[in-house]
């Protein structure tokens, strides 16, 4: 029986990575809580979380990071 390949597991989860597509879109806060129909304060947590995952300090190191992990492209 031939072995499936499994496809490189993401970082992000779904939520977080809409959350950086749109963030490196220059989108502010308030406009991707709109896009994604959730608060403004859950953007900052998937923004937050992602940070942790990733342990850099800023959204910026963030995005960079995520960049140079083809997780996100701008």
């Given amino acids: 029986m031939k072995d499936l390949e499994r496809a ?3 970082l992000l989860t779904k939520r977080e990575k809409e959350v950086f ?7 502010t806060t308030k406009e991707i809580a709109g896009q ?3 608060s403004e304060k859950t953007v900052r947590n998937h923004i937050s979380n992602a940070m942790q995952k990733l342990g850099v300090k800023g959204r910026s190191q963030a995005v960079i990071e995520l960049i140079r ?3 996100i492209q701008i």
């Fill in 36 to 38: 994604l129909y959730i």
């Fill in 21 to 27: 597509d749109l963030l490196v879109k220059d989108q």
């Fill in 69 to 71: 992990l083809g997780e």
């Fill in 8 to 10: 490189p597991r993401s």
